[in-house]
């Protein structure tokens, strides 16, 4: 395991997710274990306020107390996030930047920013418990991640980590999910990681599918297809399980669209699928031809304008489904270990729908 990874209550609670938004209640039935009586507590390790409350008089103390409680968590943070290795710098080089940090008036900008929009954290932390609930039960032999937030400086928006042998850990930039409306680009200029596509889904509403999607995407490990049917499955599995965990989470949000975005991808699957077969991309490796079809982008190439970026993920999402129906035998787990992507399909007996 690498110390980075690449990419992460029962009524009541889904009531009140609902009432404020964070899980938009699916249109369709909603198919979800039973899970009222698996317990879960989760400790959110702010350590945006760890840091900002800091005794600047005692610097290197408070600090050798912040690495023995979470030293995974800091190295990573100090080395890889903020860039500033303080285990090259001598105590008055630390003493300095620590006090440059605390101080700074863009950081201390953020972090009320982002108090403004999270506050203690306790409808986030809700939202997150109850879905590892499902993922408990899913996996029940998987131990829960800890849990971290932090101020990135707009540059990292979650991660995972190995926290011990034995569990791993998420941190989540809370920064990164202050809304759509937010300036980043005020702040960042004419970065491709704010544009409006993309920082539409900055928000609260997407911050438990992207963690999830972090844990997700490290069990199903590197996808090393090249084929758009190898990248189609592999991220159709991903979004399958995100809704398995996340059940009561609208579609558009597991698939990252707007409403109109999806509902016309459910409209028009029929021609979509046409589209691949007649341009021959199933098995293309050209991921000039298949990019906008895998990753994110504003729209698909090829498609009328109203068509989303990342169609050929709807359909391997639509794969899934059907392979999971066909063959309801199938753990989730076992479904990560299937790694044949034309078997899948095949087994899937997939058919698109017709408008």
Known sequence: ????????????????????????????SVEAPDVSDIQVSLDINRTEDAIAELDTNQILEGLAQLFEQDSSFYS??????????????????????????????????????????????????????????YYSYYFPEKTIPEIYTYIS????????????????????????????????????????????????????AHLVKKVFEAIVED??????????????IYNGKKLYILQKLMPYTGEE??????????????????DMWAFFFDEDLFYSTDINKI????????????????????????????IIKAFMKRNPGTSLQELIDLKDSQKILEKSRYKPKRK
């Open 1 to 28: 395991m690498t110390h980075i990874k690449n990419s992460t209550w029962y009524l009541v609670s889904l009531i009140i997710i609902c009432i404020i938004g964070f899980y938009s209640c699916q249109k369709d």
């Open 76 to 133: 990573i943070y100090f080395n890889h996030i903020l860039g500033v290795p303080l285990y090259r710098l001598n105590d008055e080089q630390k003493i300095s930047f620590m006090k440059g940090f605390i101080n700074d008036a863009r950081i201390q900008r953020i972090h009320f920013e982002v108090d403004s929009v999270f506050g203690d954290f306790i409808d986030m932390k809700t939202a997150l418990e109850s879905s590892f609930k």
């Open 291 to 318: 990019s906008k079809l895998v990753n994110p982008s504003p729209n698909s190439s090829g498609m009328p304008p109203e068509a989303p970026g990342r169609t050929a993920n709807y359909m391997g999402f639509q």
């Open 253 to 270: 949000i597991i698939m990252e669209y707007t409403d109109d975005q999806l509902e016309w991808c459910q409209q028009n699957e029929s």
């Open 219 to 232: 069990w199903l490990g590197e996808n090393t297809g090249s084929r758009m049917l190898d990248k189609m």
């Open 153 to 204: 400086e707009y540059s990292v928006q979650r991660f995972i980590f190995e926290y011990d042998e034995d569990r791993d850990g998420i941190g989540i930039g809370l920064d990164m999910f202050l809304g759509e409306d937010y300036p980043y680009l005020r702040y960042v200029n004419n970065h491709s990681s704010f544009s409006n596509y993309l920082t539409r889904r900055y928000n609260k």
